[in-house]
């Protein structure tokens, strides 16, 4: 079954920077997309940025040009590099993989931009 799990959150000033990783296991092929969402305290979750197997990437235009969404070419890690953080950004961080009729998500980790 695939799992996702996601690290590398964490409490950092603003104009900081972090990097998010996602592990997935549980499947033998390399899954076709993988994600990452957020959502803020009362708000909806929201796409972030979308990567596909041959590494074509979209981001949301809140974040383009500050956040770098990558893969691992033999294993389906997944990675988001977030520069010039705003206090906008807080929020719970989700890693998402879809492939044919698979659908998981991971457990979320916090992300804080703060002073």
């Known amino acids: 079954q695939l799992q996702l799990v996601e690290s590398g959150g964490a409490l950092v000033q603003p104009g900081g920077s972090l990097r998010l990783s996602c592990a997935a296991s549980?499947?033998?092929?390399?899954?076709?997309?993988l994600s990452w969402y957020r959502q803020a305290p009362g708000k909806q979750r929201e796409l972030v940025a979308r990567?596909?197997?041959?590494?074509?990437?979209n981001y949301a235009d809140s974040v383009r040009d500050r956040f770098t969404i990558s893969r691992e070419k033999d294993n389906n890690t997944v990675y988001l590099q977030m520069n010039n953080l705003k206090p906008e950004d807080t929020a719970v961080y989700y890693c998402?993989?879809?492939?044919?009729?698979?659908?998981?998500w991971g457990q979320g980790t916090q992300v804080t931009v703060s002073s």
């Open positions: 998402n993989a879809v492939h044919w009729g698979l659908n998981a």
């Open positions: 549980g499947v033998s092929f390399t899954i076709a997309t």
């Open positions: 990567i596909v197997k041959n590494n074509n990437a």
